[in-house]
């Protein structure tokens, strides 16, 4: 069956790196978009970045543009995040993401998540 599994998180302070990564199984990798979401206490889930199935092409909420990186390495069925300058805002559940078609809002037959990493980030 389909698998996605974070790991990566952690605890760290203000202004400091984490890179998260996101192992697929059981799918073909490279038909897949790839997304990163976080979910704050008390608040709902939101976008974080995402990846095409090449990996040419991002995109970043604009909370995080300029610290995050996602990147993806086919091969090895992982897609990552690099946070950087990392803020006590950050601190989040992160949830790695895939879809086939259609969008985040609205995918499309395939649309799986991962269980989450919890990041949390001291002032």
């Known amino acids: 069956q389909v698998q996605l599994v974070e790991s990566g998180g952690g605890l760290v302070q203000a202004g400091g790196s984490l890179r998260l990564s996101c192992a697929a199984s059981g799918v073909t990798f490279s038909t897949y978009y790839m997304g990163w979401f976080r979910q704050a206490p008390g608040k709902e889930r939101e976008f974080v970045a995402d990846i095409n199935r090449s990996g040419v092409r991002t995109s970043y909420a604009d909370s995080v543009k300029g610290r995050f990186t996602v990147t993806r390495d086919n091969a090895k069925n992982t897609v990552y995040l690099q946070m950087n300058s990392l803020k006590p805002e950050d601190t989040a559940v992160y949830y790695c993401?895939?879809?086939?078609?259609?969008?985040?809002?609205?995918?499309?037959?395939?649309?799986?998540w991962g269980q989450g990493t919890q990041v949390t980030v001291s002032s």
């Open positions: 993401r895939a879809i086939i078609s259609g969008s985040w809002d609205r995918p499309g037959l395939y649309d799986y």
